[in-house]
């Protein structure tokens, strides 16, 4: 479970890296081959730049999301796992209780007999 957690994690970081690579590579594209003007270049790179870091922002909310989700599930599980073992350790419990009392009991009657 862990490594699935692991290999999502650096999935992500490596969607992250390429993103960016990206954006840098067809900024620097953008500035060497498009005919535009100082203040032209510069919307550009600031409307890129802006829809970029909205593209992250919205990549991380989803990110978080399934991390949330991920954690009430572990959650779920673990408690059921909890339960299920509070319940085997009460009838282990009860059936200790019942063989001492069958014990005893079979130890007074011996007693009581002899």
Do not use: W
């Amino acid at each position: 479970m862990k490594s699935a957690m692991t290999n999502e994690c650096s999935g992500n970081l490596s969607s992250y890296s390429f993103f960016f690579l990206g954006v840098a590579i067809g900024t620097s594209a953008a500035l060497l081959l498009a005919p535009m003007s100082g203040q032209e270049i510069r919307t550009s790179i600031r409307r890129r730049t802006h829809s970029g870091a909205q593209a992250v922002r919205t990549r991380l909310g989803q990110t978080r999301e399934k991390a949330t989700a991920l954690m009430e599930d572990v959650h779920e599980v673990v408690d059921s796992h909890l339960q299920q073992l509070e319940n085997e350790k009460e009838r282990i419990a009860a059936a200790l209780r019942a063989g001492r009392e069958a014990y005893r009991s079979a130890t007074a009657a011996e007693t009581g007999l002899g």
